[in-house]
């Protein structure tokens, strides 16, 4: 595979958090995964398991030998269980969803966004749908608020027929905008009973086989609400551990979030 050498600095900066698994948490293992045809091979099948002091210079190797890799922290009740590792030459495979009992902590790309042949960088929301699709969100999309216009419109979508990019609506003053836009308190409704009241689409979600709904506030340095993160799925989803994980998500993408609203 025809290849640069990458720049030394920028790979030793790359691979800094894997090589600090070694001290931080010693006993988290590395799953490595290489692409197979037009997917990828079957994780049980993976016999490539690492030790946290294995992780970086593993990965340092085949990098340097030209493949791409795109890696995951991943954690079970909060403490970090493993990385996966995934490995390919030419084109990268569709993503391997997280299973709903783990939680991504931290995740990484070779080549990186500045480099030569980097592929085109996901956006702030692509990356976080596809973390929250992992954990099992079926609709998701991103509103942003103009306070001084009195609307939010729709930034980013799952379903671009349903709930089409761009769409705007008004900022109604009820008891969902004082919970979310004013106090900055999350909403959930584990039934479409508990979302109809405020959703005035509540037929077009359930019709798609919805009735559970979150909604995060996206707050800035100001204070305000810049946007807000809209998750469905199916009903009494969202048990208190996947509320934990959505909203550890929020946090850990919340200064991409905000670049990508601005």
């Not at 997280?98 to 939680?103: E, F, G, K, N, R």
């Not at 930034?155 to 905008?177: C, F, I, N, V």
């Not at 993160?229 to 208190?240: G, I, K, M, S, V």
Request: include cysteine; charged fraction near 15%; aromatic fraction near 10%.
């Amino acid at each position: 595979m025809a290849s640069h050498t990458p720049d030394p600095t920028r790979l030793a900066a790359f691979l800094a958090p894997l090589a600090r698994l070694a001290t931080s948490d010693p006993e988290v293992e590395g799953q490595v995964i290489w692409a197979s045809g037009t997917g990828w091979q079957d994780q049980a099948d993976s016999t490539d398991l690492l030790d946290a002091e294995e992780i970086a210079f593993y990965a340092e190797g085949l990098l340097l030998e030209g493949f791409h890799l795109h890696w995951q922290l991943c954690a079970e009740d909060g403490a970090p269980r493993f990385v996966r590792l995934f490995f390919w030459q030419d084109q990268r495979p569709a993503p391997i969803p997280l299973p709903l009992a783990l939680t991504l902590l931290a995740e990484g790309h070779w080549p990186t966004a500045d480099t030569p042949d980097a592929p085109p960088p996901e956006t702030a929301f692509q990356t976080l749908h596809h973390a929250c699709a992992a954990l099992g969100t079926r609709l998701f999309t991103v509103t942003i608020c103009d306070h001084a216009m009195g609307v939010v419109h729709r930034a980013y979508t799952s379903h671009p027929l349903e709930y089409p990019a761009q769409g705007t609506k008004p900022m109604t003053r009820d008891a969902w905008y004082e919970q979310v836009i004013v106090n900055h308190q999350y909403f959930l409704a584990n039934t479409a009973a508990e979302f109809e009241k405020v959703f005035f689409d509540h037929a077009l979600i359930t019709s798609m086989g919805l009735g559970s709904a979150l909604n995060l506030p996206v707050v800035d340095a100001a204070g305000d609400v810049a946007g807000t993160l809209n998750l469905l799925a199916e009903p009494q989803h969202f048990t208190p551990a996947r509320l934990l994980a959505y909203q550890n998500l929020a946090a850990l993408h919340h200064a991409g979030l905000l670049k990508a609203m601005a």
